[in-house]
């Protein structure tokens, strides 16, 4: 049962453990989880990114043996010849991180529980109200039917519409799957605080690779909407490396170029409408299915690597 709107659920302090206490009050929390749907690898990749290149801290970790499901996610270990060598142990952590014009804020980061989903949210929301934070902001990232030729767009979401005022929305309601990070910012706008989040639209056809661009699209509006001074810019030259390859190899490829040529015709459209748009939506006598773009697209990969190796 979950717990009553406004209240939070008793949390047995032994879910987490508080290393040291933040600097200050009011800080902003960034939260991004893997496990879910992490298209392009954007959300690893920005925290990876973050953590690479500012000061940060630990202030408290949760215990992931409570919350984590090895079966399913395994980690890996180190065989060497003939003994265990190495264990890459999992670590749900919360940093506090020193931006490029030294605000500090935390961040959330590490593997989705499996389990225990109302403790864990509730462990959150207590650290929150601990911690005096301001705001919270959820990052993720989702395959969609978008080509890699135009800007990177997101859809943005909160517990109060004046968070994401100047966002457009792209969908009306509809049921998903649920995750962690959802459930969190469920439950701090129940207990009236402030949460807000971005999931970026990444080319279906790029969803199982690593994809920077997405990662600095990400970063560029946590930026954007928090004033935080972060090293996106750094990511560029990632970025445009992977755009040159991706572009190499579909010049190889006719039929791979017409489909991202109708990719483009359909986001032009849907982006000069004026009535609520889906990038979900498509033609299906005109546009293939994100499933069939990837799929051909692989395929082409997968052939050009193989007449590359011989």
């Given at each position: 049962m979950r717990p009553a709107r406004g209240v939070i659920a008793d949390v047995d302090t032994e879910l987490y453990q508080v290393e040291e206490r933040p600097s200050g009050l009011g800080m902003l929390l960034v939260h991004a989880l893997t496990g879910f749907v992490d298209a392009g690898q954007a959300g690893h990749l920005a925290v990876a990114h973050l953590l690479a290149n500012l000061e940060h801290r630990v202030i408290a970790t949760f215990d992931i043996d409570q919350l984590l499901d090895y079966r399913s996610r395994r980690p890996m270990m180190v065989f060497d010849e003939d003994r265990w060598a190495g264990y890459e142990q999992p670590e749900l952590v919360l940093y506090e991180v020193e931006d490029c014009s030294g605000t500090r804020f935390l961040l959330l980061t590490g593997p989705e529980p499996d389990l225990q989903w109302e403790r864990f949210a509730a462990a959150v929301s207590e650290l929150v109200e601990d911690f005096g934070i301001s705001l919270t902001v959820g990052l993720g990232a989702v395959p969609m039917a978008v080509p890699h030729t135009r800007p990177v767009v997101v859809t943005a979401h909160a517990t109060r519409r004046e968070?994401?005022?100047?966002?457009?929305?792209?969908?009306?309601?509809?049921?998903?799957?649920?995750?962690?990070?959802?459930?969190?910012?469920?439950?701090?706008?129940?207990?009236?605080?402030?949460?807000?989040?971005?999931?970026?639209?990444?080319?279906?056809?790029?969803?199982?690779?690593?994809?920077?661009?997405?990662?600095?699209?990400?970063?560029?509006?946590?930026?954007?909407?928090?004033?935080?001074?972060?090293?996106?810019?750094?990511?560029?030259?990632?970025?445009?490396?992977?755009?040159?390859?991706?572009?190499?190899?579909?010049?190889?490829?006719?039929?791979?170029?017409?489909?991202?040529t109708r990719l483009e015709e359909q986001f032009d459209a849907v982006m000069s409408q004026e009535q609520l748009p889906s990038l979900l939506s498509a033609d299906s006598e005109t546009l293939p299915t994100g499933d069939e773009i990837a799929a051909e697209l692989e395929q082409f990969l997968a052939e050009q690597d193989g007449s590359t190796e011989s």
């Open positions: 968070l994401i005022s100047g966002y457009q929305r792209w969908f009306n309601t509809m049921q998903i799957p649920g995750h962690a990070g959802a459930l969190v910012e469920l439950r701090l706008g129940e207990l009236g605080h402030d949460a807000m989040g971005f999931v970026v639209h990444v080319p279906h056809y790029l969803a199982r690779v690593e994809y920077p661009e997405s990662a600095r699209g990400l970063l560029e509006h946590l930026a954007r909407s928090s004033g935080l001074d972060l090293p996106v810019d750094a990511l560029l030259p990632a970025a445009q490396q992977v755009l040159e390859e991706v572009n190499e190899r579909l010049s190889r490829s006719p039929q791979i170029m017409s489909v991202v």
